[in-house]
């Protein structure tokens, strides 16, 4: 799946899971970093995957279709079923299931690529346009749940003001 698609359908389970049981920020943080930043090791096979389809295929090797060619390739150890043992130790050492469970959920949307969904294909796109109606959904609602009386563009400009602001002050002090 596509890195957007992976994004979406963590933040997804992470409204959920806040709704549920309440998600700190280290709840957050287990979530992206196994249910997307396990990609990372896709980063590791360009090399190898260019200086095999770059001279047969030119800029078509960016094509959905071949990048999805490529398969199992593209895959390391972080998406091995084996790995799910060191998600486990993980998940228990630091106890919470949160690691775990965005593997899995990692791991599943991978499997649906190989069992029919496919790589950036309309399937693809018409789940990740429901997984984003969710997420403003479900956004709204930890919004609502978690500052009474705000709004979520009040939420967004509050949340730019205290991500940007003080960069922009350090910069010019």
Excluded: K, N
């Excluded at 994004?7 to 709840?27: I, K, M, P, Q």
């Excluded at 060191?86 to 599943?108: C, E, F």
């Excluded at 997984?131 to 609502?144: E, K, Q, S, T």
Aim: charged share 10%.
């Amino acid at each position: 799946m596509m890195l957007p698609t992976h994004l979406a359908a963590t933040l997804v389970g992470c409204l959920l899971l806040a709704r549920w049981r309440g998600l700190d920020r280290e709840g957050w943080t287990l979530a992206l970093l196994f249910g997307v930043a396990i990609d990372v090791d896709h980063l590791l096979e360009v090399p190898a995957y260019l200086a095999a389809a770059w001279p047969a295929r030119g800029l078509a090797a960016f094509s959905p279709g071949a990048l999805a060619g490529h398969g199992a390739g593209w895959h390391s150890i972080f998406h091995a079923p084996a790995f799910g043992l060191v998600v486990a130790a993980v998940a228990i050492g630091l106890r919470t299931a949160v690691p775990l469970a965005a593997w899995a959920l990692h791991q599943t949307m991978d499997w649906a690529v190989g069992a029919g969904v496919g790589f950036a294909t309309p399937a693809e796109f018409a789940l990740l346009a429901a997984l984003l109606a969710a997420l403003a959904f479900l956004a709204r609602d930890h919004v609502r749940r978690t500052w009474p009386g705000w709004t979520v563009a009040r939420w967004a400009r509050a949340s730019l003001a205290a991500a940007v602001l003080p960069s922009i002050v350090r910069r010019e002090g």
